[in-house]
């Protein structure tokens, strides 16, 4: 079992440098104080204190200030045969937790677990993740629907995230981007920046990595196909690209990761 969890007050204006997602592990980020906004998959969120995310791998995401205020959080990160509960789980949920305290405790004993590595600690985080997935699940019936800003531009925004994450694979520029969204490109380059964190060309491009790297894992298709197949003009740029976000080029990252 892999397990890494951390507590770390955020100071005001904290920003994310750059979206990613994690590879055969899943993400819980639950808020103790503050305000986040969170940018997951395609949807916006915003969390408050005793608000938790879960994040399943693979799902690209990003956090950034909603105020001018600190805020604490606790982010685990975990491989998925941690809980056989978990298969319930097949897309990113906001659950807001802020009448079960028992949710913090539980998790700051995992952390105590984590920093102590006494004797049975592996078996107790492992027990604890499974009764904090059980309240999850128990509350599962209770999860509102997305929390997205009510300004019909933030929606723009938003539907625009989407339409992207579908038609990645075709020539894409931010000119398109900025008419299907029905904004001037100056401004929809900014607004789309503010509402989701992300410069255009960095979630264009991070939207066709996560396919590249779903690409490379799951199918035998060459390098070369992977690029075309994910809007990469170049099998070269390609490859610098992906280098530079996963440390390794394609072909090393296919011969550490495919199963």
Not at 36 to 56: E, K, S
Not at 92 to 112: A, N, W, Y
Not at 133 to 140: A, Q
Not at 195 to 207: E, H, I, K, P
């Amino acid at each position: 079992m892999e397990i890494k969890i951390t507590k770390t007050l955020q100071q005001p204006m904290f920003e994310m440098k750059e979206e990613h997602f994690h590879t055969n592990c899943d993400e819980i980020f639950y808020l103790c104080s503050g305000s986040r906004r969170f940018f997951v998959g395609c949807t916006i969120y915003t969390l408050n204190a005793g608000d938790l995310m879960y994040i399943p791998s693979g799902c690209l995401h990003r956090t950034a200030y909603n105020d001018k205020n600190a805020a604490e959080r606790i982010v685990m990160t975990f491989s998925d045969d941690v809980s056989p509960y978990l298969k319930d789980f097949h897309k990113e949920r906001m659950f807001h937790l802020k009448d079960c305290p028992e949710v913090e405790k539980i998790l700051e004993s995992i952390i105590h677990e984590e920093n102590s590595m006494s004797e049975y600690s592996e078996q107790m985080q492992r027990h604890l993740i499974n009764i904090l997935v059980i309240i999850l699940l128990r509350k599962s019936a209770a999860v509102t629907e997305n929390v997205r800003d009510e300004m019909s531009d933030d929606e723009q925004i938003q539907r625009t995230a989407e339409y992207i994450s579908v038609h990645f694979h075709e020539k894409f520029t931010l000119d398109r981007a900025a008419e299907y969204a029905g904004f001037a490109r100056t401004y929809f380059s900014q607004k789309f920046k503010a509402v989701t964190g992300f410069g255009f060309n960095d979630y264009l491009t991070a939207v066709r990595l996560r396919h590249a790297v779903d690409l490379l894992l799951n199918t035998d298709m060459s390098i070369t196909e992977t690029a075309y197949s994910c809007g990469f003009n170049d099998s070269n740029y390609f490859g610098g690209v992906f280098r530079r976000h996963f440390g390794v080029p394609p072909r090393e990252y296919r011969r550490r990761y495919k199963e």
